[in-house]
């Protein structure tokens, strides 16, 4: 048997069957969206966070099951969203007068102040993130990221 310890650790090549895999490649723009976020926009504020804060500022006093579509988060996830965004002064979750199991989503300042902040720092990102296409090709690859997410999503809800 060969000492495994006297080579240098090569990473092997990523098979074919991968790299032709949509989800694949979908899951490696993900890492690495993941990884420019924390440093170039908050290394505090998640993307599904900041996408709560930007959905409730469009559309304050929804509640948070509607807001939960709104962002493409099940609802488990989004209660636990919220619940670290009230802990963290950002959002009020105020009962619903008409049906209390409902929570209503507000921005309190603090709120407000961190999407602001957090907003221009992201827009900067998408700029970056877009860099090498030109407009007609980044409303192409919109358009196509659009629709392939409308695509899956649609055969998740029918699994």
Known sequence: ????SASPSVAPAIPQALTAAPGYQVRRLYQAYLAVWVRAVDATLTGPQFAVLTAVDAAPGSDQRSMASAVALDTST????ARRLENR?????RPDTADGRRKLLYLTDEG????????DRARRLDERLLQPYDA???ADLMHLLTSLAEHWE????DS
């Open 89 to 93: 002064g950002l959002l009020v979750r």
């Open 154 to 157: 649609s055969l998740a809800e």
């Open 1 to 4: 048997m060969a000492d495994e």
């Open 78 to 81: 989004m209660a636990d969203v």
């Open 136 to 138: 007609g090709q980044r």
């Open 112 to 119: 407000e102040r961190t999407l602001r902040d957090a907003h």
